[in-house]
C-alpha cells in the first residue's frame, strides 16, 4: 500500500512502533487479537486496528501539500477535511478557511470564490451541485480532490445499480457529509432512499408488504428521497449501498431484512430480479477496525478508552461495539482527561460532553482497552497513553517499553 508523506506531528513513538511489529508478525490481517502493552502495573489492550486510514492520510497529504504549493494563494476545504478536532484545527492555524461547516451552514458565500483560489474537496467528497458551481466558477477541482476511493466505489456501485433500473437504499446518516455526496449521485441514475437505522428499515418493510399508506411513507420519509422517487413503483427492484463508515452489522441486518421482505413479496424463486446482491460497500479500514474492537470484547478490563472526533461516524461505532461490555469513554485527545479522578468524555446517546468522577478508578493495577477512529493521529492515542501513566505515577522510558 502507498506510503504518505503527513507532518510529522501526527506520527508516534509508541503506536508506530505497534503497528510497525504487527504489520511484520501479520501482513495480511489474519489475526485480530490486541497488543499488550505493560508499563509497569499498568496494562493497556492495544487494538489490532485503528488510527490513520488510506483516504485519511491521503486527505491530508493532498491538503498540506496545497498549502505548501500555493503560499501566495486562498486555500479553502469545502467543510471539515475529516472528522477530527485538532487535524482541523491545525489546517485553520495554517489560515486555510471552511466554506461550510459540517452541517452544510455557509461560512464563506460562494460569489466569494475566484477562479484562483485553491478548493480542497475533503475525503467525504462533495455533492454533485457544489462539483459543478466550482466548475462553472472555473476553480480546479481535481488537483487538490482528495475523495476517499472508496467513497467514489460506493458511488460506481450506485451508478451500475441505476443503470440496472434498481431503486437505491442507502443505509447512511443523512446530514452526514458522505451520505449527503452518496445521495446527489445515487440520484442521478436511480430512484434513491436513505435509511438511518434497523427501525427505518422495517418500516420501509412494512410499506412494501402493504402495512402502510404512501402518505405516512412520505411523511415518515421527507427529505430523505430523491424528487423521482415513486414509493408505489420504486419499491419491486432495490439494491443496497451505504456509508463507508457505518456499523458493518447493521449494513448486513438491513440488507438481509430487504431481501427477506422481497422474498416474501415476490417469491425466492424471483428474488434476483427484485434484490441485488451487493457485496458490502463498506471500506477496508472501518471492516478491520470493527472486526479488531469485537475481538476485545472477549477479553477483560478494567475500561475501554476511544479517542477521536465526536462528529466521526466511524470511531461513535467503536464506541457502540465496546459500551456493550465496558465502561467505555469517547475523547478527543488527552487534554479531556482532568486528573486522576476526572474525565471529560461524549455521549454518543444523548449528544453531551459528561464529566464522569474517578475513572481510573482505586486500583493501581489497570487493564485499559485503547482504540481510536479512522481519522484519529496515532500521536494523540500516544499522548492519552502518556496522560494515564503520568496520573498513575508509573515511571516509564519510551524507548524501553515492553512490546
Known amino acids: 500500500m502507498k506510503k504518505f508523506n503527513i507532518p510529522e506531528y501526527y506520527k508516534s513513538e509508541i503506536i508506530s512502533r505497534v503497528k510497525a511489529k504487527r504489520k511484520l508478525e501479520d501482513p495480511r490481517k489474519k489475526d485480530f487479537s490486541p497488543t499488550i502493552l505493560k508499563f509497569g ?21 493532498r491538503s498540506y501539500l496545497a498549502i505548501e504549493e500555493n503560499p501566495n494563494k486562498r486555500i479553502f476545504l469545502i467543510s471539515q477535511m475529516i472528522h477530527n478536532p485538532d487535524v482541523n484545527q491545525d489546517l485553520l492555524d495554517q489560515g486555510v478557511k471552511f466554506i461550510q461547516d ?36 472555473g476553480v480546479d477541482v481535481k488537483t487538490y480532490n482528495t475523495t476517499c476511493p472508496f467513497v467514489e466505489k460506493v458511488w460506481n456501485r450506485s451508478k451500475k445499480l441505476g443503470k440496472n433500473k434498481h431503486t437505491i437504499i442507502i443505509h447512511g446518516k443523512y446530514n452526514h457529509e458522505e451520505t449527503k455526496a452518496t445521495f446527489s449521485h445515487s440520484r442521478e441514475n436511480s430512484p434513491s432512499l436513505i435509511v438511518k437505522n434497523m427501525e427505518e428499515t422495517k418500516f420501509l418493510t412494512e410499506y412494501i408488504l402493504g402495512k402502510h399508506s404512501t402518505e405516512k411513507f412520505k411523511k415518515y420519509f421527507e427529505n430523505k428521497y430523491s424528487d423521482n422517487f415513486n414509493p408505489e413503483k420504486n419499491l419491486n427492484t432495490i439494491g443496497v449501498v451505504n456509508q463507508t463508515t457505518m456499523l458493518a452489522s447493521e449494513t448486513q441486518e438491513i440488507s438481509d431484512i430487504i431481501r427477506s421482505t422481497m422474498i416474501k413479496k415476490f417469491g425466492e424463486e424471483n428474488i434476483k430480479n427484485h434484490f441485488a446482491d451487493t457485496r458490502d460497500t463498506l471500506c477496508y479500514a472501518t471492516n478491520d477496525n470493527q472486526s479488531a474492537t469485537l475481538e476485545l470484547l472477549n477479553l ?54 459528561i464529566t464522569s468522577n474517578n475513572f481510573l478508578g482505586d486500583n493501581d493495577k489497570l487493564k485499559i482497552i485503547i482504540t481510536s477512529g479512522a481519522s484519529c493521529p496515532d500521536a494523540i492515542v500516544d499522548n492519552v497513553i502518556k496522560k494515564i501513566l503520568h496520573l498513575m505515577k508509573v515511571d516509564y522510558d519510551i524507548n524501553k517499553f515492553n512490546l
Do not use: M
Not at 41 to 61: K, L, P, T
Not at 304 to 313: L, P
Open 41 to 61: 502495573d499498568v496494562e493497556f489492550i492495544i487494538s489490532r486496528h485503528f488510527g490513520f486510514c488510506y483516504g485519511v492520510e491521503n486527505a491530508i497529504e
Open 102 to 137: 459540517t452541517d452544510g451552514t455557509q461560512l464563506i458565500p460562494w460569489k466569494d470564490i475566484t477562479p484562483e483560489d485553491i478548493v480542497i474537496i475533503p475525503a467525504f467528497g462533495t455533492t454533485k451541485r457544489i462539483h459543478n458551481l466550482l466548475l462553472e466558477k
Open 300 to 353: 477483560k478490563a478494567d475500561l475501554a478508552i476511544v479517542v477521536g472526533g465526536y462528529n466521526s461516524s466511524n470511531t461513535s461505532h467503536l464506541v457502540e461495539l465496546l459500551e456493550e461490555k465496558f465502561k467505555t469513554f469517547f475523547i478527543k485527545n488527552e487534554k479531556e482527561i482532568l486528573d486522576k479522578n476526572l474525565i471529560n468524555s461524549f455521549d454518543i446517546h444523548s449528544k453531551k460532553n
